[in-house]
């Protein structure tokens, strides 16, 4: 349904005709329904009543850099997965997707499953980042925070490490 501004009225049969007088844009003459109240204030046509209606769907804030003090590459990594993918012959249809924020801004692809558990993502860590570059310090991921403490758990009693 559009939306008309309000001022004078002068009913035709099922439609009104209103005018509304902007500073800029002059009077300008409308027909809308006569059962629309006459609270309305804005016109779908009208460029002052558009600029000044109230945004109802704000815009979302821009997101804010990765600040990453490592000082070896893959220190700080995300952690994302591909899915969707059709299945290989090893049955993987799924990547895991590791990207250093630190010094190299590297990434690392892992093929896997979609099923993956935390105990399957703590073996990819520690097979492809832990053995090239040492020990993370910071897992940022989309999925719940129990997957991501469940697999760094799992890396560090991999690596004999005890908390």
């Known amino acids: ?25 002059g009077a300008k003459t409308l ?3 006569k059962t629309m109240p006459l609270h309305i204030q804005y016109v ?11 945004n109802t769907h704000p815009t979302q804030p821009l997101t804010q850099p990765i600040k990453s003090t490592a000082m070896k590459p893959f220190q700080m990594i995300t952690q994302d997965f591909i899915s969707g993918l059709p299945k290989t012959k090893k ?9 250093d924020h630190g010094l190299m801004k590297g990434v690392i692809f892992i093929p896997c499953s979609k099923e993956i558990t935390a105990l399957e993502a703590t073996e990819l ?8 570059f ?3 310090e910071i897992i ?9 403490s469940k697999t760094y758990r799992g890396l560090m009693k991999l690596c004999r490490i005890k908390q």
């Open 1 to 25: 349904m559009k939306r008309y501004c309000t001022g004078d009225t002068r009913i035709t049969n099922d439609w009104t005709s209103r005018k509304r007088h902007h500073p800029r844009n």
């Open 44 to 54: 779908a046509g009208c460029t002052t009543c558009q600029q000044n209606k109230i």
């Open 140 to 148: 940022i991921s989309n999925r719940d925070p129990l997957f991501v």
């Open 125 to 132: 860590h520690f097979n492809h980042t832990f053995k090239l």
């Open 31 to 33: 027909l809308v329904a």
């Open 91 to 99: 049955g993987h249809d799924c990547i895991m997707v590791m990207v």
């Open 134 to 136: 040492g020990i993370l």
